[in-house]
């Protein structure tokens, strides 16, 4: 039996019969890319039914049937074609799949076709037709709500990839593709485009909202270990780890870290930790490192105190905030699209104020007072002020940074009278210990978190008419503070307080300043 051809190569044949009597059969199946059996059995049905070019133009449909060869059915290819109907139904309704009714027309013809030849004659049966074949009804969406068109609708133009993924794998269920097409089209696995559409099929979209990725939480708290071991790494200078540079790089980082926690790390993961921790080189040059070679001694003095802080003892974080000058100041604030807020460049000033204050580690309170300037008698104020605040303490430690007046002479001699046994007999007062912060080591002063909450509360955007006026909101603003510590003692550093840069509470791996808001 010869191959069907087509009705343009048929059109050939005829018009160009010539080619047999000179001999060039050969040339013309090559022409056509059909064998030479098949062109001489074509021209030999042609002669027979005397076709003429003439005609072919006239009926070409009907020179084709005329022509094409049809192969004989066999009985059992009949018989599966009269059950086909019924079982395209039962697939397009979602109760079966194709693999399905294979297995129960098996059961009844166990002389029947295999799986492919039975797939291949649906196809065909379909094909014949001109309708699409029906979808595993296993793997397609069954209905899609009103509700749910519109949000997938959204997903569809968004720019988020994973929604636009869930939208495109259900529409396209929905209008018929299959799974594998879907696949292709959103560059994803088959097992991911059947997980959406079980997922939706069982649950609707409520569960695809709420699907994240998992992640292992040993993993996690690993990724969280190494982050806060950096932090304390990068507060160091690089000379304390024997590496000669005057600042640290990715490579020193890397090799720092190896030597004092015993563990690699690459460059890139050291460079991706930092920037998620909100830090840059540059940040970390200027406000990060601090040169003290006692940093890790002092450092380990004041972890071992507050580990060990008793009910009566206290624990104070003191600082000064200022001189700033009262006039108004800029910051961020909510304005409509296309507007700004601006303040002039030169004004005059009504006064300037500094702020000194203690913050109390145990309980998160604040202890604080104007002063005009800062020096040691401002620091022996401020220390005889939190000895009348807390009396009944056994003991309060003072902890700051390495300016001069926190460690004069002065100082030292006030602290030493009062920490005499004749002087606590008359005034019955705690004993002062001090634990100071390593040089240059602001970041770990816990009251500069509370300072820059404040000044982004309540000195940004602010236009105060006196100095007065300004105390009045900085006094406010401590007392609600402290009532609400008071209230809330297990919350402190959250809710209403989330302004604060961190949790006010002392660890080696925070950066409690930022210069910006000071």
Known sequence: ??????????????????????????????????????????????????????????????????????????????????????????????????????????????????????????GIWCKGLGINKSKTGKWRVKIISIYDLKILDKWRKSSDRREWEKAAILFGSQKGLSIGEIANKIDRSIDTVKECIEIYNRTGLDELLRKNRKVNEGIKENVKRKKSNLIKLIHETPSLHNINRASWDLKSLVKAYKKLYNETISKTTISAYIKAEGFTFRKAKETLTSPDPDFRAKLDKIKIILSNLKEDEKFFSVDEYGPFSVKIKGGRSIVKKGERKTYPQRQKSKGFLICTAALELSKNQISHFYSLKKNTEEMIKLLELLLKEYPNERRIFFSWDAASWHASKELYAKIEEINSEEYRKIHNNPIVELAPLPASAQFLNVIESVFSGMAKGIIHNSNYQSVQECKQAIDLYFTERNDYFKENPKKAGNKIWGKELVKPIFSDNHNCKDPKWR
């Open 1 to 122: 039996m010869a191959n069907n051809i087509s009705i343009q190569k048929i059109k050939t044949i005829i018009a160009y019969q010539k080619y047999e009597a000179n001999g060039s059969k050969r040339q013309l199946a090559k022409t056509l890319r059909i064998s030479r059996t098949t062109l001489k059995r074509y021209i030999e049905k042609i002669k027979k039914l005397e076709i003429l070019p003439q005609r072919i133009e006239s009926g070409p449909k009907e020179i084709l049937q005329m022509l094409q060869w049809q192969k004989n059915k066999s009985f059992k290819q009949k018989d599966l074609e009269k059950k086909l109907p019924k079982i395209h139904e039962r697939i397009g309704s979602g109760d079966s799949n194709l693999k399905s009714e294979w297995i129960d027309y098996l059961k009844k013809y166990q002389e029947g076709y295999k799986l492919s030849n039975f797939t291949q004659l649906y």
